[in-house]
């Protein structure tokens, strides 16, 4: 398996890695790739056998700190086919967006998902470090945050999507 940036002849692939992997919900994410691709520093896929069975995302969004606004990272989203699921490609893309959220200057990394598989890979429960939730559909516990080198003690505050993810009605998207 190799991880690495996807390129425009990926497009198609990706759709089909996040229709499979979301199920009902699929289509709806492969419109959030989409819309969020153009703004989107990192994207990358994993590759097998020369074909891509998972991809991953993440972007700038904000923190509305009191102080003032900072830039964060969202990692939205991360599907692997199923048929390659458990076996460490998540893993992967999640440890390589994160090197990447670092490498930008980001002091933060926030995503929704399930708490039982970020954990392992670094998230804690966001509330409980300060931050809140764009949106109460969001559940507490799927609320999630690495702190990266750039963070301070100072930068708490309300997450603030990108407009993508309110346009197409994704917030809490399970």
Known sequence: M?????????????AAVHRA????????????????????PESLVAEVDGAVVGHVMTGRN???????LVDVGVLSPLGVLPEFQRQGIGTALVAAVRE????????????????AYYAGRGFHAAGELGFRRPSLRIPAAAFQVVLLDGWEDWMTGTLVYDRVFWDLDAVGLR
């Not at 190799?2 to 990706?14: F, G, K, L």
């Not at 992997?21 to 989107?40: C, D, H, M, N, Y």
């Open 2 to 14: 190799i991880v690495r940036p996807e390129e425009p002849r990926d497009h198609d692939a990706v």
């Open 21 to 40: 992997a979301f199920g009902e919900e699929g289509g709806t994410v492969a419109a959030v790739v989409e819309g969020l691709r153009p703004g989107r």
């Open 62 to 68: 904000l923190l509305d700190a009191p102080p003032r």
């Open 100 to 115: 990447a959220a670092a490498g930008r200057g980001w002091p933060a990394l926030f995503l929704e998902g399930d708490p």
